[in-house]
């Protein structure tokens, strides 16, 4: 018997022998009614107000990523669209936006709050429909927290005063703000809030695949009956950003998605007076100690990387396991991910969506592939995929070393790669040897443990005995590749202010 074995012989008493999850229960189809949400064949640009024909006369094609159907067509803005966009952005702060109260800025936000509350439903069925996410997903995470947050900024608009105890705040200007396909509708949440609460305008590019819910949104600015040109959006590929990044009459730069388009930006507006803040790649650890709440550590390890996908930046992708418990862990993680559902996003009971794209798919494929390469483990959830659309299976990988390109890489699908320690000394030490530095997760018995731990761990999230949990009263952001500057909470006004 090896000593691993022995440290968890009491578990071996309680605990069921291997359990054999071979006949998954099955559930008969629960999918959410698409019935009501209309998508119109062709999208515009949303500037000064109104929905306009983009200037460059050409659009794309957005697509469902679980049927590979068009949804509709969307207009792909050029230089002058871009120009356009930031001249209304421009308008509207020297003539309304910057001359409001703060108290008078936040009744609009409270508004696009309560409306985006009550077409939550239609939200997040768009949000699934072209991002490939779970409809349980959209429906419990992504759109109640964009509700939460134009809630909360809101009520700091006319509490700027207060915030940083003896300066005062003064707004930017336009805010040039770029997100990304993982949290379509809440990463422009997280942008446009605070933006608008601190007194800037705004002019927001969602992704290219995932551009829909961020017009829908635009549908409720107009409706709130917002100024025009407080909030523009247009949409296009990464051509259109680095336009919006250049462009001379911007004041602000808020990006969020690869380190390597982040690098670009940051070099792009090099020696210029505008402001910038970066939410990038990660890498995180998840560590377990021999003596944290196993089932409780073997949800939040799921949770952690196959929640949306694995497209999460800070998501729980490198597992540090104390030898003590490590066996144990690993025959749960396989019995666990037997039970995950993959597939029809739509259907209330799916666990696990579609890729967001062929592009993605082809990432994690190859990143896999090397981990097969270099020798490691593989696990994987046995179910069919379906035929049409971007899939793959949740899988983790065991026996991986610390140069495995598995544990060095983002790969931002769903995919783990478990690695083990003996001290906390050496948890932490392998924790932080990456690049980036998001988030991390400590799971053990002793509180004392999780501050001395996290103390020690170089990312700017840390959970304990969680993973993957958000509000937006709290601070996020990394350290290193992973960015800087922080989003959501106090801390959240300071990339929109300047203090006086
Ligand atoms: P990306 O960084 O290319 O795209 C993110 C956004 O930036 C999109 O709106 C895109 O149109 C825009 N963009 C692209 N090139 C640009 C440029 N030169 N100037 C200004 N804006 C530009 O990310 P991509 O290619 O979709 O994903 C690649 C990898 O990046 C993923 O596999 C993942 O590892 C990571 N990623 C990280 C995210 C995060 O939340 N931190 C989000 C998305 C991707
Ligand atoms: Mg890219």
Redesign the pocket.
């Given at each position: 018997m090896t000593t691993a074995e022995k440290k968890v012989t009491r578990l071996e008493v309680v605990e069921p022998k291997h359990l054999d999850f071979g006949k998954k229960w099955d559930y008969a189809p629960s999918p959410e009614s698409t019935d009501f949400v209309k998508i119109a064949p062709r999208h515009e640009l949303f500037i000064g107000g109104k929905f306009t024909k983009p200037k460059s006369g050409s659009y794309f094609k957005t697509i469902n990523p679980a049927t590979e159907e068009t949804l509709t067509e969307i207009a792909d803005a050029n230089d002058a669209d871009v120009d356009a966009a930031v001249k209304a952005a421009r308008q509207a702060y020297e003539k309304y936006w910057s001359k409001l109260p703060g108290s008078e800025r936040a009744k609009y936000i409270f508004r696009i709050a309560r409306q985006l509350q009550e077409k939550a439903r239609e939200f997040a069925i768009v949000e699934t429909l072209n991002g490939g996410k779970p409809i349980k997903e959209a429906r419990d995470i992504d759109i109640p927290l964009a509700v939460a947050h134009f809630f909360y900024y809101a009520g700091w608009a006319d509490k700027l005063d207060f915030a940083f105890p003896g300066r005062k705040t003064r707004p930017l200007g336009v805010a040039g703000q770029?997100?990304?396909?993982?949290f379509p509708l809440l990463m422009a949440a997280w942008k446009i809030a605070p933006a608008l609460a601190c007194g800037n305008t705004v002019v927001l590019?969602?992704?290219?695949t995932t551009p829909l819910t961020a017009l829908l949104l635009a549908q409720v600015i107009q409706e709130a009956d917002l100024p025009p040109g407080v909030v523009n959006i247009i949409t296009?590929?990464?051509k259109?950003?680095?336009a919006?990044?250049k462009h001379p009459d911007i004041n602000k730069v808020a990006?969020?998605?690869?380190?390597?388009?982040?690098k670009?930006?940051q070099r792009s507006i090099a020696g210029s007076k505008k402001r910038l803040t970066l939410?990038?790649?990660?890498k995180a650890a998840n560590i377990i100690f021999n003596d944290a709440p196993i089932d409780q550590a073997i949800e939040g390890i799921i949770n952690g990387i196959y929640f949306n996908q694995g497209h999460?930046?800070c998501a729980g992708s490198r597992l540090f396991v104390q030898e003590g418990v490590a066996d144990i862990v690993i025959r749960k993680l396989q019995d666990r991910i037997q039970t995950l559902r993959v597939g029809n996003p739509l259907d209330k009971n799916t666990d696990i969506g579609a890729i967001n794209s062929k592009?993605?798919l082809q990432?994690i494929q190859e990143l896999v592939q090397t981990g097969v390469d270099e020798g490691c483990k593989m696990h994987q959830t046995a179910c069919e995929l379906p035929k049409k659309g971007f899939w793959f299976a949740p899988t983790f990988f065991t026996g991986v070393a610390q140069s495995n390109r598995i544990a060095q890489e983002?790969i931002?699908g769903p995919v783990l790669s478990v690695l083990t320690f003996r001290t906390p000394e050496e948890a932490v030490e392998k924790a932080n040897n990456t690049a980036y530095g998001l988030s991390a997760g400590v799971w053990t018995d002793k509180g004392s443990k999780i501050f001395k731990i996290s103390s020690q761990l170089k990312a700017g999230v840390i959970w304990g005995n969680t993973y993957n949990k958000f509000d937006p009263a709290s601070p996020f952001g990394g350290y290193k590749e992973s960015g800087f500057g922080r989003e959501g909470g106090l801390q959240g006004l300071m990339p929109y202010v300047e203090l006086v």
């Open positions: 770029i997100i990304p396909w993982n590019k969602p992704a290219e296009g590929f990464g259109t950003g680095a919006l990044v990006f969020t998605g690869s380190t390597e388009v982040g670009m930006i939410e990038l790649g990660g999460v930046c592009q993605q990432k983002e931002f």
